[in-house]
């Protein structure tokens, strides 16, 4: 069993930043690929970032595409999600998740929504 523990969720104004946390224990956390999702009132779960298990290689859904920054450290076994730019649209609770799924189709990755664990969830929301 894996216990996937987030942090760093708040209250922000547009433009603002703040920096997500996601510890996972378990077996060797550099084995995971590691990814954030989030999910605002009303809608579906959506991928937001995703990274390999070295860190070498990084994804981003489109609407966050620099400005959001997902990274890992894996001797800490803590994967980390920097959030610049911030928008009232970013607010949403958002998820931590180990081996998220993707399906490969057209040349592109798609992210299923699935994952072997989630977190519980921090909310992060966005002042305009």
């Known amino acids: 069993q894996v216990q996937v523990v987030e942090s760093g969720g708040g209250l922000v104004q547009a433009g603002g930043s703040l920096r997500l946390s996601c510890a996972a224990s378990g077996r060797t956390f550099s084995s995971y690929v590691m990814g954030w999702f989030r999910q605002a009132p009303g809608k579906e779960r959506e991928f937001v970032a995703a990274?390999?298990?070295?860190?070498?290689?990084?994804y981003y859904e489109d609407s966050v595409k620099g400005r959001f920054t997902i990274s890992r450290d894996n001797a800490k076994n803590t994967v980390y999600l920097q959030m610049n730019s911030l928008k009232p649209e970013d607010t949403a609770v958002y998820y931590c998740a180990v081996d998220p799924k993707r399906l490969y189709y057209s040349g592109s990755y798609y992210y299923t929504g699935e994952a072997d664990y989630w977190g519980q969830g921090t909310q992060v929301t966005v002042s305009s």
């Open positions: 990274i390999s298990r070295s860190g070498g290689s990084t």
